[in-house]
């Protein structure tokens, strides 16, 4: 199993899941919050196209993370999962064929992978992030969330790898233009992941096992790349510049779980 970023932020978010049995491969997306044209573009330069694309997990409602999900089905046949919350709250479009709905701690397999999703407090109808299997390996997802609980860091133990939100360093947000009401609700228990409270997560996540740690879903106005590497060298041991933070425009390149 490896895994990629086709961007991460407040502009688009897609992460790339690939498992291979030797026979088979299976290529799932987690989000795809960009236009169908973006998007497209975004996975030629990995040498891919829309068609490659097994399916598609859409993690909740809001426009950087469902993106062209259901243009993606429309056009390539893509089968999509999603609560039935995230469904009811994108209006439930009409499709060639109608979404599998996924379920807390319920998983599912899609092709060579188990997915596992799980519930984050985030300000959206049924919020779901996934954590992966090819029956070796583990990858986490955790992005837009807005604090810590026992039930989200109990699905993230024993991961290989954690793609992790760092997004926003409270005094930076504190200082910026933003209304107050945006600083409430980025900062609120149902926004997004302060620096502080991500490296929380990851020091109870940390084992042995962990190979690949990659921040992501950085604010560019609230945040700086340096300071999270800074945050998750002081977090796990090791020198900053040897950490990944994913780039609103390019993502982060494969990362192989073995």
Not at 91 to 96: H, I, Q, Y
Not at 107 to 117: M, Q, R, S, Y
Request: glycine share 10%.
């Amino acid at each position: 199993m490896r895994f990629c970023s086709l961007g991460s932020g407040s502009t688009g978010n897609a992460t790339l899941v690939e498992a291979s049995s030797g026979t088979t491969i299976t290529r799932v997306l987690v989000d795809c919050g960009f236009s169908l044209r973006e998007l497209t573009a975004r996975l030629a330069r990995i040498g891919l196209a829309p068609a490659d694309i097994d399916g598609v997990f859409i993690t909740h409602e809001h426009g950087d993370h469902v993106g062209c999900a259901t243009t993606l089905a429309r056009r390539h046949g893509t089968a999509l999962w999603t609560s039935r919350g995230t469904w009811r709250a994108i209006g439930e479009p009409s499709l060639p064929a109608p979404p599998r709905f996924a379920r807390d701690g319920e998983p599912f397999e899609i092709g060579d992978l188990c997915v596992t999703p799980y519930t984050v407090p985030h300000d959206a109808q049924e919020p779901l992030q996934p954590c992966f299997s090819d029956g070796h390996s583990k990858l986490g997802v955790l992005t837009d969330a807005g604090m810590a609980t026992p039930h989200l860091l109990a699905h993230l133990q024993c991961c290989d790898a954690l793609l992790l939100e760092f997004n926003h360093d409270r005094e930076q947000l504190a200082r910026s233009n933003y209304p107050p009401s945006l600083k409430a609700r980025i900062g609120g228990r149902l926004g997004h992941l302060a620096n502080d409270t991500a490296a929380e997560i990851l020091a109870a996540c940390q084992h042995p096992g962990l190979r690949h740690v990659v921040a992501a879903h950085l604010s560019e106005q609230n945040n700086r790349p340096d300071t999270v590497r800074a945050l998750m060298a002081r977090t796990l041991g090791g020198a900053a510049e040897d950490f990944i933070v994913a780039d609103p425009g390019c993502g982060f390149g494969w990362l192989a779980l073995r």
